[in-house]
C-alpha cells in the first residue's frame, strides 16, 4: 500500500471513528450505559472507550482529535438543553474540552509508545490498564478542573449555583460514576480493542 493510500484510508477512519462519536452523542442508549436501577443516579460513558480505541488505532494527535468532537458536542448540548446539574458542569469550555482531550492523548501516546509493538495476548492485557486508565482521567480531570471552577475561578457564568448542595452533587454523582466507568472500561477497551486493532495492522493502518 503505498503512502497516499494509507492516508487516504486513516482519513476514512477518523471519519468513521468521529461519525460513530457524533452518534453515540445523539442517541443515549448507544453513548452511555444507564445503571440507575442498581445503583442511583449512576450511569457509564461509553464515548470514553471510543475514543479511547480511535487513540489507539489512529494516534494520539487524531486521538486528541477525535476527544474534541466529544467535547465540543458535550459543551454544545450543556448550553442547548434543558439545564442539570451534570449538564451545567459542561458548560465551561475547560471542564468540556482538557479532559475529553486528554484521554486521546495520554491513551494514544502510551499505547503507540510502549503497547502497539507487543504480542496480541500481551495487549489484551495492557488494554485492561488502558481501559481503566481512560474513564479515570476523563474522571480525574473532570472533578479537578470543576474544583478548580468552583474554588478559584467565577463559575457564575454556567448557571451553577454557589452552593456546597451542589458542589456536593457534581463530585459524589460524577466521582460513582467514575468507579464505574473504571471497572467498565477495564472490559469493554479489551473486548472491542483487540478484533479492532487487528484489523487495522492487518490493514496496514497503523
Not at 120 to 125: L, S
Not at 137 to 149: P, Q
Not at 159 to 187: K, Q, R, S
Not at 194 to 205: D, G, H, Q, S, T
Amino acid at each position: 500500500m503505498n503512502a497516499h493510500s494509507q492516508k487516504s484510508r486513516r482519513l476514512v477512519l477518523t471519519a468513521l471513528f468521529i461519525a460513530i462519536i457524533l452518534v453515540q452523542s445523539l442517541v443515549p442508549w448507544l453513548g452511555t450505559l444507564p445503571i440507575g436501577a442498581f445503583f442511583l443516579g449512576a450511569s457509564v460513558t461509553i464515548i470514553t472507550f471510543t475514543v479511547a480505541i480511535g487513540a489507539m488505532v489512529l494516534g494520539p494527535k487524531t486521538g486528541a482529535l477525535l476527544g474534541a468532537v466529544w467535547a465540543a458536542y458535550s459543551c454544545w448540548h450543556a448550553w442547548t438543553s434543558v439545564p442539570s446539574i451534570g449538564a451545567l458542569m459542561f458548560r465551561n469550555p475547560f471542564t468540556a474540552f482538557i479532559p475529553r482531550m486528554a484521554v486521546g492523548l495520554i491513551i494514544g501516546f502510551l499505547y503507540w509508545h510502549y503497547v502497539k509493538n507487543k504480542k496480541w495476548h500481551q495487549q489484551r492485557w495492557y488494554l485492561v490498564g488502558l481501559g481503566a486508565m481512560s474513564a479515570f482521567v476523563n474522571t480525574a480531570l473532570v472533578l479537578t478542573i470543576t474544583w478548580i471552577s468552583f474554588k478559584v475561578m467565577n463559575t457564575s457564568f454556567t448557571g451553577i449555583p454557589h452552593t456546597g448542595l451542589a458542589n456536593w452533587l457534581i463530585t459524589t454523582i460524577a466521582g460513582t460514576n467514575g468507579i464505574f466507568e473504571i471497572i467498565a472500561g477495564a472490559i469493554i477497551v479489551p473486548l472491542i480493542g483487540i478484533p479492532v486493532l487487528k484489523i487495522a495492522a492487518k490493514n496496514n493502518l497503523m
